[in-house]
């Protein structure tokens, strides 16, 4: 009996062991790493986070997996983060939408974006842009207003779900001028830039990311920015500066699951503040209309929390809630 117990307090002590060592992060990473995205190909959470996986993998050695998982607007994908395990090989990109609106429209969201995550870092300041199709007679924020009251119905827009920041944005726009407009949420970014182009809907609020190439390719037109101004749209005006009182903070972060090793946690956020740094990357984000910010993960979790009260007010004044 005294040599079973002598050999269960050497596998106990060697587990110890073992586990003492992974909280230490000493050997993280030494398998390739799952980046879940809640997009879908093409879309701009594709194309932010392979721009950022691939410096993940150029700092931490390892591949950078990449998990599409779009729908829910992005709640799908993380849900799925917030129940993987805390060991530095499942990270995730949130959008505003997943992150910091979903608690303020869905009642049954399975997770607390605040409390179930572990906030890597912010990384980007990005604003929703509210795009139209060329054959749509506006120049300005105030003539989209003026056309929509005209039109015969309210005006279709997609956004990329319910609960989106696009849906969002629409819906502020609604509240503080009283246009009716007519929400058509799509499975998303891609699929709404693919419904513009293809005559499906005459007007879209976006991320920059998906919407630029289209702007700068001529085949639709910008009309306003619905929060912060971008140096990739000089001249696009914001929803305050033409007469409509919003400002509010919308940007990109990355998470981790609920109780990430604080070791793995920072050579990770190590990895993404040199990434974002990175003047080639940096210059490609402001392509796509986000300013590269590292901001860190505590102050963002923080910061987050107040955001989602001042969303939540909108939310409550639409009357906005999904199940």
């Given at each position: 009996m005294k040599a079973f117990a002598k050999v269960g307090?050497?596998?106990a002590l060697l587990m110890a062991g073992v586990a003492g060592h992974a909280q230490s992060g000493t050997d993280y990473p030494n398998k390739p790493i799952k980046f879940i995205l809640p997009s879908s190909p093409g879309g701009g959470g594709d194309m932010v986070g392979r721009l950022i996986g691939e410096g993940l993998h150029k700092r931490l050695g390892q591949?950078?997996?990449?998990?599409?998982n779009a729908g829910a607007s992005g709640t799908i994908a993380i849900s799925q983060l917030s129940k993987a395990a805390p060991d530095g090989y499942t990270i995730g990109l949130g959008t505003m939408t997943s992150t910091t609106l979903a608690p303020t429209v869905y009642p049954k969201l399975p997770y607390d974006p605040v409390k179930d995550l572990t906030t890597i870092a912010g990384i980007g300041t990005s604003p929703i842009v509210l795009l139209v199709?060329?054959?749509v007679p506006v120049k300005d924020l105030k003539e989209f207003l003026d056309y929509a009251r005209k039109s015969k119905d309210p005006v279709q827009y997609g956004s990329w779900g319910l609960g989106?920041?696009?849906?969002?944005?629409?819906?502020?726009?609604?509240q503080k001028t009283g246009v009716k407009l007519s929400h058509v949420p799509y499975k998303g970014s891609a699929p709404v830039m693919t419904a513009m182009l293809g005559g499906e809907i005459k007007a879209a609020w976006l991320d920059m990311a998906t919407g630029t190439a289209a702007v700068r390719s001529g085949k639709i037109h910008p009309v306003a920015l619905c929060t912060r101004p971008t140096a990739s749209f000089p001249n696009v005006a914001t929803y305050k500066a033409q007469g409509v009182d919003f400002d509010q903070w919308t940007g990109w972060a990355m998470f981790?699951?609920?109780?990430?090793?604080?070791?793995?946690?920072d050579k990770i956020?190590?990895?993404?503040?040199?990434?974002?740094?990175?003047?080639?990357?940096a210059a490609k984000l402001l392509d796509w209309g986000i300013t590269a910010e590292f901001i860190p993960g505590e102050q963002r979790n923080a910061d987050n929390a107040k955001d989602i009260q001042a969303w939540r007010k909108i939310a409550v004044d639409a009357a906005m809630k999904f199940d």
């Open positions: 307090l050497v596998a591949p950078v997996i990449i998990d599409n199709s060329n054959d989106s920041t696009g849906h969002f944005c629409a819906e502020v726009l609604s981790a699951p609920p109780n990430m090793p604080k070791p793995i946690l956020a190590k990895a993404v503040k040199e990434t974002i740094s990175d003047p080639a990357v």
